[in-house]
């Protein structure tokens, strides 16, 4: 492992609007490249411009935390920041990577958020959280702390050529197992599942059965991207080396676009199936309502449930106008409270819409919301 040390000019991401993965206006990325080396990992594309070996070298931005202290104190900022989860991983290297036993860059950027009074997100795949246990668990205490590990499945020998630098499935289970019983919300990200060889209804079903063993709170499903260049010339050369039968498969539903996006058909079955088993297991396939209620904002707590019943909806097979509706609220100026009795006039808001809203703002969720989400 070769690592550079780097120095950072801003470290807190701001989105757009708040995304509603992850429920998180903010993000952080304090390390550059990733040695858990996944074969699949799309930070080596090219538009994410990770210099260096992707997988053997990894930049730490040193002077992270002075400038994260500096970027969350509420004194040194004009605006209010937004209430959500700050987002602790993700983006193009993992936060509890090797170096992070070194630099401690996440549980300073952890102690930072606990400081400043905010909730946070981790997604990781390393059981090196555990050693942050006690800052979590304060978090947790004081506003609200969601632990989620991301599997490409929960087979142990299909993750060691797959996922060669992080712990086995099992060891992350065990992770999250320890998180549950310390009463922290925790997640699955089932994601991205690899073509033919963790994509089968079998092993899905292996993954969201132990995802509810354990007790987890939902499981967020995607597939996978692999986009011209890097990235794929990259998985293609361990799939010709141990599986070089599926080549050919690869190709055929990688047709090769800017987005590495896999033919509609393939993800179309990949979706039916893991939608009809965690509807089986009653699963929640988003991150639910009741852990970000009091969370959120009024206007955002409207966007991201409109922004998740688009998703179920799609997943159920229905018509879905709610992921336009969420993106047109998102464009208004004025706060939604303001707007009530008037969302009609807002395009892509028509009647059913906007009893969905009032609906939210009066309850904090919607019937349909939950019928769809907990079957
Ligand atoms: S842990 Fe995540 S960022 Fe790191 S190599 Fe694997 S997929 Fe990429």
């Known amino acids: 492992m070769k ?13 757009k609007k708040i995304d509603s993965w992850f429920i998180s206006h903010y993000g952080m990325n304090l390390y550059r490249g990733c040695i858990h080396n996944c074969i699949y990992c799309d930070g080596r594309a090219e538009k ?3 210099t260096g070996d992707f997988g053997e070298e990894v930049a730490v931005k040193v002077n992270a935390i002075e400038i994260l202290n500096r970027e969350l104190d ?6 209010p920041f937004k209430r959500s989860f700050m987002m602790v991983g993700g983006g193009v290297g993992d936060s509890y990577q090797a170096v992070e036993r070194r630099y401690a860059l996440t549980r300073q950027a952890l102690e930072l958020i606990h400081k400043y009074g905010f909730a946070t997100h981790i997604l990781t795949k390393s059981t090196l959280v555990e050693r942050d ?23 142990d ?9 992080v712990p086995s499935p099992s060891e992350r289970l065990k992770t999250l197992e ?15 599942v690899i073509p033919f060889l963790t994509d089968s209804p079998q092993l899905i079903e292996m993954a969201v059965e132990e995802a509810k063993r354990v007790g987890l709170d939902y499981i967020i499903f995607s597939g996978m991207t692999l986009k011209s260049g890097q990235q794929k010339d990259h998985f293609i050369q ?4 141990q599986y070089p039968e599926l080549e050919a498969a690869y190709e055929s539903i990688y047709p090769g676009n800017q987005w590495g996006m896999a033919t509609k058909e ?9 939608h009809r088993i965690a509807k089986q297991y009653r699963m929640p396939t988003r991150i639910p309502s009741h852990l970000f209620n009091d969370i959120l904002d009024e206007d955002d707590k409207v966007l991201v449930i409109l922004d998740q019943l688009d998703y179920l909806a799609k997943q159920a097979g229905r018509r879905s106008p709610y992921g336009y509706a969420a993106y047109s609220l998102s464009q208004q100026k004025r706060p939604l409270g303001e707007l009530r009795g008037h969302l009609q006039r807002i395009k892509g808001i028509g009647r059913v819409t906007e009893s969905i809203i009032h609906e939210i703002l009066d309850t904090g969720t919607s019937r349909y919301y939950d019928k769809l989400m907990y079957g």
């Open 238 to 241: 361990h799939i010709r080396r």
């Open 157 to 165: 020998e299909i993750s060691r050529f797959v996922e060669p630098g």
């Open 133 to 155: 246990f006690d800052i979590i668990k304060q978090i947790n205490a004081s506003n609200r702390a969601l632990v989620s590990f991301s599997f490409s499945s929960v087979d």
């Open 74 to 79: 509420p004194k040194r900022n004009r605006k």
């Open 3 to 15: 690592v550079q040390e780097i120095q950072a000019k801003s470290i807190l991401r701001k989105h």
């Open 266 to 274: 393939y993800y179309d079955s990949i979706n039916q199936s893991f």
């Open 48 to 50: 994410y411009q990770v």
């Open 178 to 192: 320890r998180f549950k019983a310390a009463g922290i919300a925790c997640g699955m990200f089932l994601m991205p």
